[in-house]
């Protein structure tokens, strides 16, 4: 049984052939599927499919780096709000983000400092999103630090040292698509973190592994990102799989 760790099963980009794309990944052992939140606008959709799929699909909640704007306080509401109702697996996807702006540094650190506080108050994991901003993450993880802080960093480019760093905050690295890329970087010193520390995940519609890359992703390619890591560690498909789906169920409780 394979885990998607990460994984936007409720975007538009599904609309048209949901239930096919779902049934491919059931096809290839891929039966649990984490779903992260980006912001109020995509909450209804998160409903219906877990609605959709219950035994398979697991919610988290969060304010994405990217929707942090002028009105960051009302979307935290929202998030806050939805939490108070009902259960979740995590607090997600959340971070910062400087790629596409980073005028909006100073809200998007509040915004992510909050809900660690929040995931520390409900005992919960935190799902990290970093672009370009693993100083401007670490710095804020560093005034957070303690024993209830734990979770993933999604979809995790950086460094070797930039790996332990992580992984000493109690972080697992989400690793993906990008593991596939020719110049991903991560597959040549990924052998060196061991796998108690790996969770595997798509981050589809988004980040396709190769021969895909470019196009729409989707939770069945999660295959190709394990015959990868496969390769990378010497060990079996199979491994892979009892691995880090053990590790996510540490993480998730789930």
Known sequence: MLTDTHTHLYSE?????????????????????????????????????????????????????????????????????????????????????????????????????????????????????CR????????????????????????????LERAHRAIGFNMKLGIGGVVTFKNGKIDRFLKEIPLKHIVLETDSPYLSPVPYRGKRNESSYLALVCKKLSEVYGVSEEEIARITTENSKEVFGV
């Open 13 to 129: 980009a599904f609309d048209e052939d949901r239930d096919a794309m779902m049934r491919r990944a059931f096809d290839l052992g891929i039966k649990r599927f984490f779903i992260p939140a980006i912001d109020s606008e995509y909450t209804e959709a998160m409903y219906q499919l877990e609605a959709s799929y219950p035994e398979q699909v697991f919610l988290m909640m969060g304010l994405h780096p990217t929707s942090v704007k002028d009105n960051y306080e009302e979307e935290l509401a929202h998030v806050e709000a939805q939490f108070e109702q009902r259960k979740f697996v995590a607090v997600g996807e959340i971070g910062i983000d400087l790629y596409w702006d980073k005028s909006t540094l100073e809200i998007q650190k509040i915004a992510f400092k909050r809900q660690i506080q929040w995931a520390k108050k409900w005992g919960l994991p935190i799902v990290i999103h």
């Open 132 to 159: 370009e901003a693993f100083d401007e993450i670490f710095e804020v993880l560093e005034t957070e630090r303690d024993d209830q802080l734990f979770g993933i960093f999604h979809c995790f480019t950086g460094t």
